[in-house]
């Protein structure tokens, strides 16, 4: 019976989903999209935003008087051990009545950000959508009764932005059957004796299913999961099998299966998604992306105030997108429905900055180096003895960023030369030295500035003055155009 009301509360919610502006109503008709083409946008974009909202947004990281501000705080629950019961009703104090989706979609777009991925449900397994599956979502289950991911999805694209939706579909704290067994980080408290059959009933029955309605819903342009490598190989086919069937041009994460699934890293996913914060050491060769924080945690923290300053964001901009990378950027919106001024505050710096600079990081790919200077020296050192500890036991420390310290963009015959700090002398980029066969100079200027660059090819490199005037803080743009 159960599984017969679940189908036809599918069957619903697909209807429903036919009626709504742009819903997908049948099967495309058109051949699917290579990877190559669903990854177009992906690529020139570099730029996103990941929203962590949910149910946790209302203790902020701290649980009968115990904070944690050093941990996430969207895992409240299961820091505390907190019981289903006891958890679900903070559902019924959940009224963000100062949520505005248009008003977060223009802080992203002001940004410069060109993609939105909220959080549909996380591993508290509260759904953030109207879903036919449970009562327990933002819709049945709180006074708001308003379709977040809806309304953010409708938002986004009115701004002119992609749109995607995280969904964790390998941990379940609100239900028995979405443990699966005492697998770590799942709820062994509530739920100590499920078994492996009750996660693959859990994944038949409702996060497939689940998935199928945010497709139906909302056409995600990318689902951004966070498994844990609990889907059996034939359960990981079939869920990439569905969304290659529903929704042909969605890309999906690696974490669909795990961060960086080699061998084979394109077989389920589109691109890689990589630990959190965590940044390649090194361009690798295929499409990446982080997810990084502004603070220590991906939902709204009362008591974490340990804020990335602009001029921090602006470098991991940089450097991830010299080796080929895309920054999905989090902001953790408070109970209310605001995400905190802090987070605003650093994003228009950062969205400044992109006004003047943006043409070294839309669109381009990684050049033949990433980088040089002292930091690049200090981070290909680290790269290769990240395994072996140095004698001594002590890692050389990292070096004050200065405007030797180059980051490389490219696009068609253009190289984008970002220094990290402000050249008080000339600059000399080593890596376009003059020699036979190698690449030569055509023009040189700097993005944000009128004056006339000085610059000169020789073999010991590409010599550049510096303006009077700082056109942008806190990098700087050289576009070097090659013959």
């Given at each position: 019976?159960?599984?017969?009301?679940?189908?036809?509360?599918?069957?619903?919610?697909?209807?429903?989903?036919?009626?709504?502006?742009?819903?997908?109503?049948?099967?495309?008709?058109?051949?699917?999209?290579?990877?190559?083409?669903?990854?177009?946008?992906?690529?020139?974009?570099?730029?996103?935003?990941?929203?962590?909202?949910?149910?946790?947004?209302?203790?902020?990281?701290?649980?009968?008087?115990?904070s944690h501000p050093d941990n996430y705080a969207e895992w409240i629950m299961f820091d505390e051990k907190i019981p289903v019961a006891e958890y679900s009703r903070l559902a019924a104090e959940f009224n963000p009545v100062?949520?505005?989706?248009?008003?977060?979609?223009?802080?992203?777009?002001?940004?410069?950000?060109?993609?939105?991925?909220?959080?549909?449900?996380?591993?508290?397994?509260?759904?953030?959508?109207?879903?036919?599956?449970?009562?327990?979502?933002?819709?049945?289950?709180?006074?708001?009764?308003?379709?977040?991911?809806?309304?953010?999805?409708?938002?986004?694209?009115?701004?002119?932005?992609?749109?995607?939706?995280?969904?964790?579909?390998?941990?379940?704290?609100?239900?028995?059957?979405?443990?699966?067994?005492?697998?770590?980080?799942?709820?062994?408290?509530?739920?100590?004796?499920?078994?492996?059959?009750?996660?693959?009933?859990?994944?038949?029955?409702?996060?497939?299913?689940?998935?199928?309605?945010?497709?139906?819903?909302?056409?995600?342009?990318?689902?951004?999961?966070?498994?844990?490598?609990?889907?059996?190989?034939?359960?990981?086919?079939?869920?990439?099998?569905?969304?290659?069937?529903?929704?042909?041009?969605?890309?999906?994460?690696?974490?669909?299966?795990?961060?960086?699934?080699?061998?084979?890293?394109?077989?389920?996913?589109d691109y890689i998604s990589m630990g959190d914060n965590e940044i390649a050491d090194r361009a690798p060769g295929y499409e990446w992306e982080n997810p990084g924080t502004l603070n220590s945690t991906y939902g709204y923290s009362r008591d974490d105030n340990r804020w990335i300053d602009a001029s921090e964001i602006v470098f991991r901009?940089?450097?991830?997108?010299?080796?080929?990378?895309?920054?999905?950027?989090?902001?953790?919106?408070?109970?209310?429905?605001?995400?905190?001024?802090?987070?605003?505050?650093?994003?228009?710096?950062?969205?400044?900055?992109?006004?003047?600079?943006?043409?070294?990081?839309?669109?381009?790919?990684?050049?033949?180096?990433?980088?040089?200077?002292?930091?690049?020296?200090?981070?290909?050192?680290?790269?290769?003895?990240?395994?072996?500890?140095?004698?001594?036991?002590?890692?050389?420390?990292?070096?004050?960023?200065?405007?030797?310290?180059?980051?490389?963009?490219?696009?068609?015959?253009?190289?984008?030369?970002?220094?990290?700090?402000?050249?008080?002398?000339?600059?000399?980029?080593?890596?376009?030295?003059?020699?036979?066969?190698?690449?030569?100079?055509?023009?040189?200027?700097?993005?944000?500035?009128?004056?006339?660059?000085?610059?000169?090819?020789?073999?010991?490199?590409?010599?550049?003055?510096?303006?009077?005037?700082?056109?942008?803080?806190?990098?700087?743009?050289?576009?070097?155009?090659?013959?």
């Amino acid at each position: 019976m159960k599984k017969l009301i679940i189908v036809a509360c599918l069957v619903l919610s697909w209807a429903g989903a036919a009626r709504l502006p742009g819903a997908l109503s049948s099967a495309p008709q058109n051949p699917a999209p290579t990877r190559e083409q669903r990854l177009a946008w992906f690529r020139e974009a570099k730029f996103g935003m990941m929203i962590s909202w949910g149910l946790y947004a209302l203790p902020a990281g701290v649980w009968k008087g115990k904070s944690h501000p050093d941990n996430y705080a969207e895992w409240i629950m299961f820091d505390e051990k907190i019981p289903v019961a006891e958890y679900s009703r903070l559902a019924a104090e959940f009224n963000p009545v100062r949520f505005d989706a248009a008003a977060w979609a223009a802080v992203a777009k002001k940004a410069g950000m060109k993609y939105i991925i909220p959080l549909a449900k996380h591993h508290d397994g509260f759904s953030m959508y109207k879903s036919a599956l449970t009562d327990f979502d933002v819709v049945d289950a709180t006074p708001f009764e308003r379709d977040v991911i809806g309304e953010l999805a409708r938002a986004s694209r009115a701004a002119g932005l992609k749109f995607g939706c995280y969904y964790s579909v390998d941990r379940d704290w609100h239900r028995p059957t979405g443990q699966g067994n005492n697998y770590k980080q799942t709820n062994t408290w509530d739920f100590p004796t499920s078994t492996r059959a009750d996660f693959d009933a859990y994944f038949r029955d409702f996060a497939k299913p689940q998935v199928e309605e945010l497709l139906a819903q909302y056409r995600p342009d990318v689902l951004w999961f966070d498994g844990i490598g609990f889907k059996s190989d034939s359960q990981l086919e079939d869920l990439v099998r569905t969304i290659r069937t529903l929704q042909p041009g969605c890309l999906i994460n690696s974490r669909i299966k795990t961060f960086v699934p080699f061998p084979d890293p394109y077989r389920y996913c589109d691109y890689i998604s990589m630990g959190d914060n965590e940044i390649a050491d090194r361009a690798p060769g295929y499409e990446w992306e982080n997810p990084g924080t502004l603070n220590s945690t991906y939902g709204y923290s009362r008591d974490d105030n340990r804020w990335i300053d602009a001029s921090e964001i602006v470098f991991r901009l940089v450097d991830i997108v010299s080796k080929g990378g895309n920054y999905l950027l989090n902001v953790g919106p408070t109970a209310e429905g605001l995400i905190p001024q802090p987070s605003i505050d650093r994003l228009l710096e950062v969205g400044a900055w992109l006004e003047t600079n943006g043409e070294a990081i839309y669109g381009t790919s990684g050049w033949r180096a990433y980088g040089e200077g002292p930091l690049f020296e200090w981070e290909a050192e680290r790269a290769r003895n990240r395994a072996a500890q140095p004698a001594g036991g002590q890692r050389p420390p990292r070096p004050a960023r200065t405007s030797a310290d180059i980051r490389f963009t490219a696009k068609g015959r253009t190289v984008f030369a970002v220094c990290l700090a402000w050249p008080d002398q000339d600059v000399v980029i080593k890596s376009l030295v003059l020699k036979a066969g190698g690449e030569k100079v055509a023009a040189v200027n700097m993005l944000g500035s009128k004056e006339q660059i000085q610059w000169r090819q020789t073999e010991a490199g590409l010599s550049l003055s510096a303006p009077k005037v700082r056109p942008a803080w806190p990098a700087f743009v050289y576009k070097i155009d090659l013959k």
